[in-house]
C-alpha cells in the first residue's frame, strides 16, 4: 500500500486508487470494536498488503489497516497455529520453521497477509488453497441490535442464534472476501517441514504435462506464448529430509537469472520498446537460454515453492476451470491470444461457435492485432474446498479437481489486454463455468458470478446475520456477492 498522503491508498499493481475518509492502524480487538461503532452508518473495508487488483479493498469511509495484530502462537499439539491476521504469510514460514513445521499450502508470494490470502483463497499447486485449513476465526461484525461484537467461528461452535449450523459458518467464513467482517485472528493447520524435489522439464502438449501429474502432484507449468509449449515444474515431496548441495545455487540462479533478469527481458521487448517480432525472438529462441532442464534439486519447501513474482509491478487475472475443461479452456486461451497477436489469425470453428453463443464477437472484432502477450500463462491444479465461494468450493459429492491460468501483463497502458483479458473471461465463465480469483483482476459481473457459484446463496444468509446493516459491502462486493434482489 503506497500514497500521496495518509488517507490516499493505492494497490500495488497500481490499478487501484481511491479516497478513504479514515485510515485506521488498530492495536487491540477494543480499538477495532471502538471504530466499527463510530462508522456503523458507513462502509468499512481492510486493507492487507494491497496485492490485490479489484476493488475488494476500497472504501470511501473507514478502511483497517491491522499490520499491528499480527502475534503468533503455536499449539500445544504442534498441529495448529492461531496468527493475527495482520502477520504476513513469510514471517508465519519462518516462526513456523524454526519449530520445524510449516503451512500444508503455499502460494507463489510470501508478502501478503494472512488474512488476505485467506479471505482471497490464495492457493499453490496440487493441494487445496489456503482457506480450506482453516479451523477457527475470529472475527468483528454486528450481532442482531447492531452493535459491534466479536464472534468465534468455529465447527464446534453454537452456529448463529440456531439459525445456522457451524460448519456452515465456518466454510461461509474461511473465504469470505471481508463481507462477514474484520477477521482479527486465524486458526490454520500445519504440517511438520518438509523438502520438495524439482526440475524444469520442456513437454509438447497438455497430455504429455498432464500425464506426468501423479509422480509430481505439486507440479505447476506454463504455456509459454509464441511457441505454444509447455514448461514443466516438475515438483514432488522429497524421500530424504534434507536439501541438496546445489540447492542454495539454485536459489541464485532462479531469483537472478528469472525472477530478475527474465523480466527485465520481458519488460524490455514488451513494455518499453513494444515490439513484436522481440516478443516472439524472445520465446521462441531465447527463453530456453534461461531455463536449465533437468537441474534436480531438493529444498525446503517454504524456499523451494516461493517466488519474487512481486519485484515488478503487473496486473493479473487468474481462472479456475474444473479438469473436465482445462484442454478446451486452454485451447480457447491460446487462439484468442494468437489473433490478438496476428490480425490475420483465424480461430477454429469450435472457438468462433463459443464467442457467437455468447454475443461476443463485437468484442472479438476489436482485440483483433492489437495485444502481443507477453507472459508465460501458469496453470497450477487446485484441489476441491470446504468453503463456500472459494474459486474451488465443492458441493455434494462433487470432487474433480480445478486449475488456475494466469495472465498476466507487464505493459502500460492495460487497455489491451484487459479487453483480450475480458473476452476470455466471459467466455470461459459462459462456457465452462470458470470462476475468477478473488484477489486478482475480476472484470466479471455479479450476473456472471451467480452462475459460478452454487454456495452463494448460503453465503448470503450468513453473511446478513454478520453483517445486518451492509457496512462491509462496498461498491465491489455490491456488484459481485448481492442477489439479483439487492443490485
Given at each position: 500500500?503506497?500514497?500521496?498522503?495518509?488517507?490516499?491508498?493505492?494497490?500495488?499493481?497500481?490499478?487501484?486508487?481511491?479516497?478513504?475518509?479514515?485510515?485506521?492502524?488498530?492495536?487491540?480487538?477494543?480499538?477495532?470494536?471502538?471504530?466499527?461503532?463510530?462508522?456503523?452508518?458507513?462502509?468499512?473495508?481492510?486493507?492487507?498488503?494491497?496485492?490485490?487488483?479489484?476493488?475488494?479493498?476500497?472504501?470511501?469511509?473507514?478502511?483497517?489497516?491491522?499490520?499491528?495484530?499480527?502475534?503468533?502462537?503455536?499449539?500445544?499439539?504442534?498441529?495448529?497455529?492461531?496468527?493475527?491476521?495482520?502477520?504476513?504469510?513469510?514471517?508465519?514460514?519462518?516462526?513456523?520453521?524454526?519449530?520445524?513445521?510449516?503451512?500444508?499450502?503455499?502460494?507463489?508470494?510470501?508478502?501478503?497477509?494472512?488474512?488476505?490470502?485467506?479471505?482471497?483463497?490464495?492457493?499453490?499447486?496440487?493441494?487445496?488453497?489456503?482457506?480450506?485449513?482453516?479451523?477457527?476465526?475470529?472475527?468483528?461484525?454486528?450481532?442482531?441490535?447492531?452493535?459491534?461484537?466479536?464472534?468465534?467461528?468455529?465447527?464446534?461452535?453454537?452456529?448463529?442464534?440456531?439459525?445456522?449450523?457451524?460448519?456452515?459458518?465456518?466454510?461461509?467464513?474461511?473465504?469470505?472476501?471481508?463481507?462477514?467482517?474484520?477477521?482479527?485472528?486465524?486458526?490454520?493447520?500445519?504440517?511438520?517441514?518438509?523438502?520438495?524435489?524439482?526440475?524444469?522439464?520442456?513437454?509438447?502438449?497438455?497430455?504429455?504435462?498432464?500425464?506426468?501429474?501423479?509422480?509430481?502432484?505439486?507440479?505447476?507449468?506454463?504455456?509459454?506464448?509464441?511457441?505454444?509449449?509447455?514448461?514443466?515444474?516438475?515438483?514432488?515431496?522429497?524421500?530424504?529430509?534434507?536439501r541438496t548441495g546445489a540447492a542454495a545455487l539454485y536459489r541464485v540462479y532462479w531469483l537472478v537469472v528469472i525472477d530478475v533478469l527474465?523480466?527485465?527481458?520481458?519488460?524490455?521487448?514488451?513494455?518499453?520498446?513494444?515490439?513484436?517480432?522481440?516478443?516472439?525472438?524472445?520465446?521462441?529462441?531465447?527463453?530456453?537460454?534461461?531455463?536449465?532442464?533437468?537441474?534436480?534439486?531438493?529444498?525446503?519447501?517454504?524456499?523451494?515453492?516461493?517466488?519474487?513474482h512481486d519485484l515488478f509491478r503487473h496486473l493479473e487475472m487468474e481462472m479456475f476451470v474444473r479438469r473436465a475443461h482445462l484442454a478446451?479452456?486452454?485451447?480457447?486461451?491460446?487462439?484468442?491470444?494468437?489473433?490478438?497477436?496476428?490480425?490475420?489469425?483465424?480461430?477454429?470453428?469450435?472457438?468462433?461457435?463459443?464467442?457467437?453463443?455468447?454475443?461476443?464477437?463485437?468484442?472479438?472484432?476489436?482485440?483483433?492485432?492489437?495485444?502481443?502477450?507477453?507472459?508465460?500463462?501458469?496453470?497450477?491444479?487446485?484441489?476441491?474446498?470446504?468453503?463456500?465461494?472459494?474459486?474451488?468450493?465443492?458441493?455434494?459429492?462433487?470432487?474433480?479437481?480445478?486449475?488456475?491460468?494466469?495472465?498476466?501483463?507487464?505493459?502500460?497502458?492495460?487497455?489491451?489486454?484487459?479487453?483480450?483479458?475480458?473476452?476470455?473471461?466471459?467466455?470461459?465463465?459462459?462456457?465452462?463455468?470458470?470462476?475468477?480469483?478473488?484477489?486478482?483482476?475480476?472484470?466479471?459481473?455479479?450476473?456472471?458470478?451467480?452462475?459460478?457459484?452454487?454456495?452463494?446463496?448460503?453465503?448470503?444468509?450468513?453473511?446478513?446475520?454478520?453483517?445486518?446493516?451492509?457496512?462491509?459491502?462496498?461498491?465491489?462486493?455490491?456488484?459481485?456477492?448481492?442477489?439479483?434482489?439487492?443490485?
Open positions: 500500500m503506497t500514497g500521496e498522503s495518509p488517507k490516499t491508498v493505492t494497490n500495488f499493481g497500481r490499478n487501484i486508487r481511491f479516497a478513504a475518509a479514515a485510515l485506521c492502524r488498530p492495536r487491540s480487538e477494543a480499538e477495532v470494536l471502538r471504530i466499527l461503532e463510530a462508522h456503523r452508518d458507513g462502509t468499512v473495508r481492510v486493507v492487507g498488503a494491497g496485492h490485490s487488483w479489484n476493488g475488494g479493498i476500497e472504501s470511501p469511509d473507514a478502511l483497517l489497516d491491522l499490520r499491528h495484530m499480527r502475534r503468533v502462537r503455536l499449539h500445544e499439539d504442534r498441529a495448529r497455529v492461531t496468527v493475527g491476521a495482520g502477520c504476513r504469510i513469510g514471517d508465519l514460514l519462518a516462526h513456523l520453521e524454526r519449530n520445524g513445521l510449516t503451512l500444508p499450502s503455499i502460494g507463489l508470494i510470501d508478502r501478503q497477509t494472512l488474512a488476505g490470502a485467506v479471505a482471497t483463497a490464495t492457493h499453490g499447486s496440487g493441494g487445496h488453497s489456503m482457506s480450506h485449513y482453516v479451523d477457527a476465526l475470529r472475527i468483528a461484525c454486528y450481532g442482531p441490535g447492531g452493535a459491534a461484537v466479536v464472534r468465534t467461528v468455529d465447527s464446534a461452535g453454537p452456529g448463529i442464534a440456531g439459525r445456522h449450523d457451524p460448519d456452515l459458518v465456518l466454510r461461509a467464513a474461511r473465504c469470505a472476501v471481508g463481507a462477514l467482517g474484520v477477521v482479527l485472528e486465524l486458526t490454520l493447520r500445519c504440517v511438520p517441514q518438509y523438502y520438495v524435489r524439482e526440475r524444469c522439464v520442456w513437454v509438447g502438449d497438455l497430455d504429455e504435462a498432464l500425464e506426468r501429474e501423479p509422480g509430481a502432484p505439486l507440479q505447476q507449468f506454463y504455456l509459454i506464448p509464441h511457441s505454444w509449449e509447455y514448461l514443466v515444474h516438475d515438483r514432488r515431496v522429497a524421500a530424504s529430509g534434507r527474465l523480466h527485465l527481458g520481458i519488460k524490455l521487448t514488451a513494455s518499453l520498446l513494444r515490439s513484436r517480432r522481440l516478443v516472439h525472438l524472445l520465446y521462441r529462441r531465447l527463453l530456453r537460454l534461461f531455463i536449465v532442464p533437468g537441474w534436480r534439486v531438493t529444498d525446503r519447501s517454504d524456499r523451494q515453492l516461493l517466488m519474487r478446451e479452456a486452454l485451447e480457447f486461451v491460446t487462439e484468442i491470444l494468437r489473433a490478438a497477436d496476428d490480425a490475420a489469425y483465424e480461430v477454429s470453428p469450435e472457438v468462433w461457435i463459443h464467442i457467437e453463443q455468447t454475443a461476443m464477437q463485437p468484442a472479438f472484432d476489436e482485440l483483433r492485432g492489437t495485444c502481443v502477450h507477453h507472459y508465460p500463462i501458469c496453470v497450477r491444479r487446485v484441489l476441491p474446498d470446504g468453503t463456500l465461494i472459494s474459486m474451488s468450493s465443492c458441493h455434494g459429492t462433487e470432487v474433480e479437481d480445478w486449475y488456475a491460468i494466469s495472465l498476466i501483463t507487464y505493459t502500460e497502458p492495460r487497455e489491451p489486454f484487459e479487453r483480450v483479458a475480458r473476452l476470455i473471461a466471459t467466455v470461459l465463465a459462459r462456457a465452462h463455468g470458470a470462476r475468477l480469483h478473488w484477489g486478482k483482476w475480476f472484470p466479471l459481473g455479479g450476473s456472471d458470478v451467480e452462475r459460478m457459484y452454487p454456495g452463494l446463496p448460503s453465503f448470503r444468509q450468513v453473511r446478513d446475520d454478520f453483517d445486518p446493516g451492509g457496512v462491509f459491502r462496498n461498491a465491489f462486493l455490491k456488484d459481485h456477492l448481492a442477489g439479483a434482489d439487492e443490485r
